[in-house]
């Protein structure tokens, strides 16, 4: 049976969630304060950790990490209170699996609790190796590659905003295709928007729409990407391209998840799950005063950052092979195969580059 603690100072809170929990088939425990919770997971093994904030003794966002340390590394899950999900980010990006607000409802809570629960589950079959993923032609099995599935499929079982950066042609877009397609959201749509090709005067257009008559030959209202997302994921491939005054207004369209179409009166809302992708370096371009820093921060809740192939020799053969029955198939002749010395040529030529750099 798995078993969850629970830190939080409010006992109504426990009631609620231990009801939950046990009509999940699962044991509940309850601690109030930092230190009875710590001491108790160093002594006994719990699946997961339902962490408050505002502590007695602390802030719970402190001790995320110590809490992930310990012999049966549960995963921690943070409580926060309404609408300030600030906080919660930094501590999905330092380890915790995820966040939910207290006021959710029951539904929202038991989604994430047996979402983590089966990653562990399936985890612990596996041992090592990453959780059962639909792979979608996703190829690798080096060890820095099954790290990345690994993260992968932690960002494909939560709701927190993705950065995948990496060199041009690491899988960037490969990558948010199957975050999107093992997350819930594999029923909505995937949409896709190339920041690097938005012309700055109909970016907003674009992105937002517009009510009918708001420009010549705007004859009906047009919806916009945001809104197709809506229920589905948002992929913003090269965002850091995005024109300085569009960073600005998406900002805020992130923080309240609500846009508004041009020309409109009213904001209205879109569900959707933001991935974006990179292969310039944003921490330089901030430093640079040429990307928002506090977008920087909302995007990369989740970071993945993907290796380059000269990073994962081992990989050459698999990818080889895979893209080269493609082929094949795709032009109807006869499966092909390579020579050993095609594959050797390969890894000397990436290991040479990587001896130059
Ligand atoms: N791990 C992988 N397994 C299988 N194919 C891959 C993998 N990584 C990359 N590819 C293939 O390499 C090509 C480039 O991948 P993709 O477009 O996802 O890269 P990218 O990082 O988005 O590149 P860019 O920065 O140029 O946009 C695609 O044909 C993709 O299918
Ligand atoms: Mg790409």
């Given at each position: 049976m798995e078993r969850i603690l629970i830190i939080d100072d409010d006992y109504a809170v426990f009631r609620t969630l231990?009801?939950?929990?046990?009509?999940?088939?699962?044991?509940?425990?309850w601690r109030k304060t930092l230190n009875e919770g710590l001491s108790e997971v160093e002594h006994a093994a719990y699946d997961v950790v339902l962490l408050d904030v505002n502590l007695p003794?602390?802030?719970?966002?402190?001790?995320?990490?110590?809490?992930?340390?310990?012999?049966?590394?549960?995963?921690?899950?943070?409580m926060t209170g309404f609408g300030n999900p600030d906080g919660a980010e930094i501590a999905v990006k330092n380890g915790a699996w995820?966040?939910?607000?207290?006021?959710?409802?029951?539904q929202v809570v038991t989604l994430s609790l047996k979402r983590v629960l089966n990653y562990r589950k399936e985890k612990c079959r596996l041992g090592t190796k990453p959780v059962a993923l639909k792979m979608n032609g996703l190829i690798g099995s080096s060890k820095p590659m099954t790290a990345c599935f690994d993260q992968l499929a932690r960002a494909a079982s939560g709701e927190a905003n993705v950065l995948i950066s990496g060199e041009t042609g690491t899988g960037k877009e490969i990558f948010a295709r199957a975050i999107h397609a093992n997350s819930s959201r594999c029923n909505g749509s995937m949409v896709v928007v190339d920041c690097a090709a938005l012309p700055?005067?109909?970016?907003?257009?674009?992105?937002?729409?517009?009510?009918?008559?708001?420009?010549?030959?705007?004859?009906?209202?047009?919806?916009?990407?945001?809104?197709?997302?809506?229920?589905?994921?948002?992929?913003?491939?090269?965002?850091?391209?995005?024109?300085?005054?569009?960073?600005?207004v998406f900002l805020r369209v992130l923080q309240e998840r609500r846009y508004r179409p041009v020309g409109g009166r009213n904001e209205l809302p879109s569900n959707f799950r933001l991935v974006a992708a990179t292969n310039r370096d944003l921490d330089k371009m901030v430093a640079e005063g040429r990307f928002r820093k506090d977008l920087l921060y909302r995007i990369r809740t989740?970071?993945?950052?993907?290796?380059s192939l000269k990073d994962r020799l081992d990989d050459i053969k698999p990818l080889t092979l895979y893209h080269l029955s493609?082929?094949?198939?795709?032009?109807?002749?006869?499966?092909k195969s390579v020579s050993p010395d095609f594959i050797d040529a390969w890894a000397i030529m990436n290991g040479r580059e990587m001896s130059v750099n």
């Open positions: 231990a009801t939950l929990i046990t009509r999940m088939g699962c044991e509940a425990a003794d602390g802030s719970g966002l402190d001790v995320v990490s110590r809490l992930r340390k310990v012999p049966s590394h549960p995963e921690v899950i943070i995820d966040y939910i607000q207290k006021a959710a409802s029951p700055e005067t109909l970016v907003e257009c674009l992105l937002f729409g517009h009510e009918k008559g708001v420009y010549t030959g705007a004859d009906k209202a047009r919806q916009g990407l945001v809104a197709q997302a809506d229920g589905g994921t948002l992929f913003l491939d090269e965002v850091g391209e995005l024109p300085p005054a569009i960073q600005r989740i970071n993945i950052t993907l290796p493609k082929l094949c198939e795709r032009y109807g002749i006869e499966n």
